[in-house]
């Protein structure tokens, strides 16, 4: 696993779980982390983050109900078997949508706004 | 007389570690910004934490009554002192503050050095085994060793026997739990950042050393002293029973020689043990490697 990192802004409309949510499952779909990849603890990573345990452990919680993670009690969290995203295709496509965001100027929230909006009409 | 010998070894022992983390400091590579900054407060938490352990080692056996109890928990107790100022420490290390945080989803290395913490754990096991050997072999008095033969009896003190092995128990157990305790405030004092990695890993590991230094240092005199009151007592008891001529012949006496002197050897071996982990060399912050930048949790631009 390479220096991975994670952002938290806590002026963002986003609340911080969400975020750290949010970003560890976008490592783990674009296969930056991968399966049996160990996660820092819950202690640890809202440590160096400066938030709430509770927070983190959130986080934790709905990644593991998103069947990104398992959590086990010697071997910690790790990234779950099978939880890479198998479309590489679709995760270039989104990786280039985001570049393309950046460099128009978009906000992240903006940038999101039209993938949903997207999503909405793709399923409507 | 075993608080002469922690404080004839100790002493020396820190003042010269003292000496050694500034002149280490002084000549390890030139960090900027952040980095030089955790290297400094790592400095001066090490030369805080031995002079709070020395000022223990003075303070501890003057400030009341019951000398002996002071003299046989002086080792713990100093030792505590320097855990807890180490754990005050890391528990004041900068936070992280502003609305941007950034932080590494790498794992925490700088695991606590494996040969001190062997050490710890040595020292730990070896007082609990003399602590339950003395208070099962002393006398009803509880401190002092007695055995009789056929034709009279012969005595030492002091003995650790309940008199004195409650207090001391008492002692190595809270040194044990602070110590696991300051462990686990160093595992988790904030990153200095992902841009600072291996200076947080030095810094972290450093952290470890100090806190394990002191306790496996404390833990270990306090087992040197419990085998050399066991030890001198064993052999002065055999010394005057062969003396006196009162029967003490065969096997059992043999044994009770032998016994005595390998606690005594036990003990010295123990003191050694104890000032090779009060010596335990920490890393050196300020590898080449190290870039600066600024610490984790602050704004990012």
Known sequence: MTDLRITVDLAAAEPPYEQVRAQVAGLIATGQLGEGDRLPTVRALAADLGLAVNTVARAYKELEAGGHVTTRRRAGTVVAPGSQSTDVALSRTAAAYAERAVAGGLSDAAAIDLVRAALRQARS | ?301
């Not at chain 2, 020396?12 to 590579?29: D, E, F, H, I, N």
Request: net charge positive.
């Open chain 2, 1 to 301: 007389m075993f608080g002469g010998l922690a404080l004839v070894l100790l002493v020396p022992v820190l003042v010269a570690l003292g000496a050694t983390t500034l002149l280490r400091a002084s000549a390890a590579a030139p960090l900027e910004g952040a980095a030089r900054k955790a290297r400094r407060r790592s400095v001066a938490a090490t030369v805080t934490t031995g002079l709070a352990g020395l000022a223990a080692l003075v303070v501890w056996p003057v400030s009341g009554s019951v000398l002996d109890l002071r003299v046989a928990t002086l080792p713990a107790v100093a030792a505590l002192v320097v855990v807890l100022t180490s754990a005050v420490a890391e528990l004041t290390w900068q936070r992280p503050s502003g609305a941007r945080r950034v932080a590494s989803l790498g794992a925490r290395r700088g695991r606590s050095p494996a040969g001190l913490l062997r050490l710890f754990w040595i020292g730990a096991a070896t007082t609990a085994g003399l602590l339950a050997a003395g208070a099962l072999t002393a006398a009803p008095d509880g401190r002092s060793l007695e055995r009789a033969w056929a034709a009279g009896g012969a005595g030492h003190g002091p003995y650790p026997g309940l008199h004195y092995t409650a207090p001391v128990a008492l002692a190595a157990a809270v040194l044990a739990l602070a110590t696991l305790w300051a462990l686990r405030r160093v595992e988790l004092r904030p990153s200095l950042g992902p841009d600072l990695l291996p200076v947080d890993h030095a810094v972290r590991r450093a952290s470890q050393v100090r806190v394990l230094r002191g306790a496996a240092a404390g833990m270990l005199l306090t087992a040197a002293g419990l085998g050399l009151t066991m030890g001198t007592a064993i052999v002065s008891v055999a010394r005057t029973a062969r003396a006196n001529d009162i029967g003490a012949t065969g096997p059992g006496y043999a044994l009770m020689q032998a016994g005595g002197s390998a606690l005594l050897g036990l003990a010295a071996a123990l003191v050694v043990s104890a000032i090779v982990a009060a010596c335990w060399p920490a890393p050196r912050i300020g590898a080449r490697e190290a870039p600066t930048g600024a610490l984790s949790g602050a704004e990012v631009p």
